[in-house]
């Protein structure tokens, strides 16, 4: 545990140090609109197109890896609705989009950070086969969600929505790197990528921090209570045994735990807000998430790595 938490000290603490300077005003709203933009449209990609382009993706079980992620995205997603639906929807349309966005998404750049820190380059290749395949799935399912149930439900036709997903430019990251890795890159590509990509995840633990929110956090109720135990326990817990039932273990296992165990999306709230959904507790349910798990995730990646 002790090693865990020494791995994890520095990205606890940049996040801290984000948040410290956005409670000082620290460059103005639109330097973290800014940056949030340069890593998600930039930084972020080129390091997935770098791991996955000389990832040795023929010595890692990919395939049983990418069934556990995606299975408990879609247990979580498909136990949800069936409950809201048999229970006569005892919360609002709104309300559940953003509900279901708090379990199922997942901070991906925090799992990258996370795995990166804890395995070096083999923990990003595992946390880049995550994002290779949850990201696509979770973005289907809540623009699904938002799409039938939430303000304005019906607006966005099929077409409209698989563009939208397909247009995620983690998720065309992800499809250039699995292509270069098939096909080879110059030397001098490989190079340019990293250079981009070894900046992504300090400046992108600096703007969560910075978008820590501590009056929504106060303003929590019962719903951001069970959307926080369904993501940072239930998901880690389901996919911890996806993983036993796929015969996953060693880092495969506790790279898989990694991407269940961080908080909820960033992006959820706006996503939320720009589609119908329930913003102001969306708002509440990433706060909340951010915040517990501090405690949450070193318990779980040490279960994953302890566990016979």
């Known amino acids: 545990m002790i090693t ?31 940056l949030d933009n340069l ?7 080129a390091l997935l197109v770098k791991t996955l382009m000389r990832a040795d993706l023929h010595n890692v079980p990919a395939a049983d890896y990418v069934f556990v992620s995606v299975a408990s995205v879609t ?4 136990a949800l609705l069936a409950g809201w639906l048999s229970f006569g929807r005892p919360i609002s349309g709104p309300a559940f989009t953003s509900f279901l966005q708090g379990a199922i998404r997942f901070q991906s750049i925090v799992s990258v950070a996370v795995a990166s820190a804890l395995f070096g380059e083999r923990g990003l290749t595992f946390a880049a086969l995550t994002v ?11 623009v699904l969600a938002l799409s039938v149930f939430g303000e304005g439900a019906g607006e966005m036709k ?15 990251a992800c499809v250039v790197g699995l292509i270069l890795n098939g096909t080879g890159a110059p030397d001098f590509a490989f190079q340019t990528l990293s250079l981009l990509g070894s900046a992504s995840i300090g400046l992108t633990l600096l703007s969560v921090g910075a978008g820590f929110n501590m009056g929504a956090a106060r303003a929590a109720m019962n719903l951001v209570a069970a959307s926080t135990v369904l993501r940072l326990i239930l998901m880690p817990l389901l996919v911890f045994g996806l993983a036993w039932v796929a015969g ?9 735990v990694i991407g269940a165990a961080v908080p909820t999306a960033a992006s959820a709230y706006t996503t939320a807000r720009i589609m119908g959904g329930d913003a102001p507790l969306m708002a509440q349910i990433v706060t909340v998430q951010s915040i517990a798990s501090i405690a949450t995730l070193p318990l779980f990646i040490w279960l994953a790595q302890n566990a016979p």
Do not use: D, H, K
């Not at 890593?39 to 990609?45: D, R």
């Open 158 to 172: 099929l077409g409209q929505i698989l563009r939208r997903v397909a247009s995620n430019p983690l998720f065309l």
């Open 132 to 142: 290779a395949s949850v990201v696509p799935t979770v973005q289907l399912y809540s």
């Open 4 to 34: 865990i938490l020494e791995a994890l000290a520095p990205l606890f603490l940049i996040t801290a140090l984000g948040y410290g300077l956005a409670q000082m005003r620290f460059g103005g709203e639109a330097l973290w609109r800014a």
């Open 75 to 78: 247990i979580m997603a498909g």
């Open 39 to 45: 890593v998600f449209y930039v930084l972020f990609p």
């Open 248 to 256: 996953l273990s060693g880092i495969a296992r506790t790279a898989a």
